[in-house]
């Protein structure tokens, strides 16, 4: 098990942005494609983002192509999710995920989870 930890999420107004973040204490990231997912309530959790174990490789669902950002730093051990220009409709418990052998929008795939990150955008 991969113990994956996320947090920055919170309350922002439309328009804002915030920053997600997510570590796995005792464990290195840096084998491990990763991911962000995303459910909000009574809704399926969907793909949000990718990124390769290099990170030289990244996929973004259409909602978040243009407004969110992924990237890693696996010298710090660390994946992170920036969001900008945020919308009511982006509210949800974002996941953050990896896998060793990713098809990177096939929730299915990755193998490990975190608890969660509440994100919540005001109108």
């Known amino acids: 098990q991969v113990p994956l930890v996320e947090s920055g999420g919170g309350l922002v107004q439309a328009g804002g942005s915030l920053s997600l973040s997510c570590a796995a204490s005792?464990?290195?990231?840096?084998?491990?494609?990763m991911g962000w997912f995303r459910q909000a309530p009574g809704n399926e959790r969907e793909f949000v983002a990718f990124?390769?174990?290099?990170?030289?490789?990244?996929d973004y669902a259409d909602f978040a192509k243009g407004r969110f950002t992924i990237s890693r730093d696996n010298a710090k051990n660390t994946m992170s999710l920036q969001m900008k220009s945020l919308k009511p409709e982006d509210t949800a418990v974002y996941y953050c995920?990896?896998?060793?052998?990713?098809?990177?929008?096939?929730?299915?795939?990755?193998?490990?989870w975190g608890q969660g990150t509440q994100v919540t955008v005001s109108s």
């Open positions: 005792g464990h290195t990231l840096s084998r491990y494609a």
């Open positions: 990124i390769s174990v290099s990170g030289r490789m990244t």
């Open positions: 995920s990896a896998g060793t052998s990713i098809t990177p929008r096939v929730r299915s795939t990755y193998n490990y």
